[in-house]
């Protein structure tokens, strides 16, 4: 199959379908009109589409289509149960399960909250465990809501899962979502007034598990970037040795190289964008003890924001979408980049499937 | 039969319809029976805050709300409010 880019945008769905050697791609859509797709991924066990889409007037709503998009099958009743102070305020994330449980696939939002559903997404039912969390009141919401975001399942064990929500911190489980702990050490959160490493509170942007080596985690966090090769027990901060800055939100891996990364750095927390007005992503292959700009076929003068939704990789190919619009994707491991869309909405999510 | 109007986003999400006949005695019932109620009603049943509902021309709001009575040939509107960026 052709690759695509699934990209989520502030105002619809679209399609970025490319050639058979990722050099010339064609945008179709948009689909899902009027709906901001915070995230859109497909099903690689039933390549079934799945999107976390969300409206000013009509709310949360996870949907998902059989057609490549021609048409959208809303889910039933996504909602908080009787009983919980809270409402869901909207849908950030779609994680297809584990391969050995087809129907089931993960869908975090906000407030700080995880779905789960067992009959590929037509009926979703909350998880008790993280929505009753004892540590929920010292929970604090960031500029995005205090949004799931990030889920992430052990290829080797369903039962382990790493969660990461904005700014609760990182969660984990090990029996299949039962129980939720804390695993934050080491992971700065210099926003706090005193404690500045505390058990939760911190403010992942984005987690990644790689997908070969289940035990080492990434993380690009609001304070700095981040990895665990100890499923998230301990965590080493990397952002000293060549990143312009701590801050950014997106992060890919290669899935045949675990000691790489690609992140996008921005100016910082107070002005989100690029930094020295151009687009840079930035690599390492050391595991993080030395990072490289990369900058072919980006733009400048730029002052790109690439949100946490906004890098996705495969096999072959990394892409990134930017709040300009603009899809770059590089087969060549950042070496060299095309701008496979430009001039769409503000892109919120990309994959790649 | 009391007839809802719903904007064609909301259609959207129900294969295009855009004109529903219910048997209802009010709006609550009315909007409930709707296969898009999810859109415009929250988890706890309470019309979401941007959501507008006019009954034959009259916001719902200023009246009972949802327990707002319909009569049998009320049109019931729903009108999406000024949001959005």
Known sequence: MSPVVLVGTKKGFFLVRGDDVRTSWEVEGPQLKGWQVFHAVRDPRDGTLHAAANNWVYGATAQRSSDEGQTWERSEGLGLPEGSELKLTEAWHVEPGHASEPDTLFLGGAPGVLFRTDDGGTTWEVNRALLEHPTRERWQPGAGGLCCHSIQIDPTDAKRMAIAISAAGMFRSDDGGESWEPRNTGVAADFMPDDKYPDVGQCVHKLLLHPARPERLWQQNHCGVYRSDDRGDTWERLDKNGLPSDFGFGLALDPADPDSAWVVPEEGAENRVTPDGQLGVYRTRDGGASWQRLENGLPKPAWAAVLREGMAYDDRSIAVGTQSGSVFVTSDGGESWIEAASQLPPVLSVELA | ?85
């Not at chain 2, 129900?14 to 009603?41: C, I, N, Q, S, W």
């Open chain 2, 1 to 85: 039969m009391a007839v809802v109007l719903v904007p064609s986003l909301v259609a959207a999400q129900a294969g295009g319809k855009k004109r529903f006949e219910v048997e209802a005695g009010t709006v609550g019932e009315a909007l409930r029976g709707l296969p898009v109620a999810d859109l415009l009603l929250d988890e706890r049943g309470e019309l979401r805050t941007l959501v507008n509902v006019y009954v034959d021309g009259v916001d719902a709001r200023r009246g009972e709300g949802l327990e707002t009575k319909l009569g049998p040939a009320a049109e019931v509107r729903v009108v999406a409010a000024i949001a959005g960026g």
